[in-house]
């Protein structure tokens, strides 16, 4: 009885504290609304610490092409299995992911072209694939007849449209990956910074760069009915960008990695869920980039730094000339 | 003092894409030596490094070091790559990569402990380097970046250091700090094997040369090898001539 009184008492000044500062807390509480806020976060810490070792290593524009290249696989996989089972959608991303990446390669190691020359190719054309063959299968005659309208979720991602099974499968990534980034931090600082010197040590570089590649195509497949298949390579890459401007420490990149992610997919998630209609990938992108943006302004490597440090140089400078 | 082998190069053969880069060389790097090896630039120096240690794919050839296979021994073997193999943005600081030497010994997963931070803060200090620990590793210039990774090979107690151009881009005082280290090295019985590009103080600093175009000119000990004849050989002659021998 008393609990009740208490619980109540403190939901509702919790409530109105957070009315007070512009928050629904209708929304926040809310089944659904906890779901999909979990599953972005989650998935946001996890690109974010990963994608901060695939920037430092130069290799970003991999995970936007893989991003990209799962899409085909999402629609044949629909096309073959006629549902929209979201294990069996994830299953055909990794399958066209991971081939367009091992035709990546295969190029990249035999012929001369330039390498960002390649990714764009195999992007556009996984990704123009798939487009085709989504509008192939609207009004078919076979095809059309089983409910298609959560296919084009997978292109900008859908808060309105996940379900627990999803969060699920992000949870069932996030924490090997995150297992796998916290046992081998010390080797992927040593790979990340001195890849040769690594060798000489024996660590095996193969193996480095098959965990990275793992972790980034389960991010990407998990991530993309949330998030999209344009914009999770973002997810990748705009935490690190924004994490390296704050410390040259880099466990603590990571970490601060890890919350640029978190903080935006759930700013994100909420003004996709009070908006209906609003795609929660762009959404958490915003803020996402914001968050960069504004980091590259004020950060201490960030403009403002350098124009103070300079002209604290030339002032210097004419001091001790006047002198 | 009889002279035992230490590092034995028989038939090694590289290439790149196909493109032969080294043809069927046999190195002897004596033991408890400073040995120099200096050939043109492309000659293959850097390349012979990592044939060597393993780090890239051999077409032919065998590699014993101590006897033994490099993958038994690399624990022993202290290896500073050219300086542009490295990550400069990479968020570290000077202590910090010191440390990266104690990895080998500890395995695995596991974390550094407070000893391993006590060795590499002992390696910054040989290196004149302890009042940069907290340095971000990019804020070095050439010659402090250079002293921190020597001081990593240090931390790394190896018993051989491979090293690729150590000198290059340094200034004098750090040049003496590392030509200091490498004797003092040498008085604790280790051995090391630099490349080097400076023909006017090869004979100051080492006492066993590799001469390398392609192939092997010549190798041995300093005053026998170090002649016109074989820098000729080696298209190193131009403008260079050994006057002060
Ligand atoms: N990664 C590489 N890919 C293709 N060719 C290379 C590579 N590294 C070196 N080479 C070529 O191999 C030859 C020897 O290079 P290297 O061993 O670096 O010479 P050095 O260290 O003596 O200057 C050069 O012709 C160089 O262009
Ligand atoms: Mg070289």
Sequence with gaps: MLSVYLNKIFSLNFANLLNAIGLDFEILSSYTFIV??????ILATVAGMVGTITVLKGQSLIGDAIGHSSYPGIIIAFMIGMSLDSVSLMIGAIISGTLAFIIIQFIDKNSKLNLDAVLAVILSAFFGLGMVLKSFIQGHPIYGKVPQGGLSNYIFGQAAFIRTIDVQLILAVAIPSLLILFLFYKEFKIFVFDEVYAKSIGLSSTLMYVLLVLITMSVIATGLKLVGAILISSFLIVPGITALQWSNRFSHVLIIAAIVGSFSAFVGTYISSVYAGMSTGPCIIVVMSG??????????????ANWLRRRKYLNDLSKSLID | MSENIIVKVEDLTMAYHDKPVLWDNDVNIVENSRTAIIGPNGAGKSTLLKGILGLQKTLSGTVEIMGKSVKQVYKKIAYIPQSNSVNWDFPTTALDVVLMGRYVHLGWIKRPKKKDIEIARNALHKMGMQDYAKRQISQLSGGQKQRVFIARAIAQNAEIYFMDEPLAGVDKNTEKVIIDFLKDSQKQGKTSIVIHHDLNTLADYFDHLVILNKRIIAQ??????????????????????????
């Design chain 1, 36 to 41: 999909v806020c979990l599953g972005t976060m």
């Design chain 1, 291 to 304: 968050l960069a943006f504004i980091s590259m302004f004020i950060s201490p490597k960030g403009l403002l």
């Design chain 2, 220 to 245: 041995g000990k300093m005053s026998e090898t170090l002649t016109q004849a074989n820098l000729d050989a080696a298209d190193m002659g131009g403008g260079f001539t050994i006057a002060a021998m």
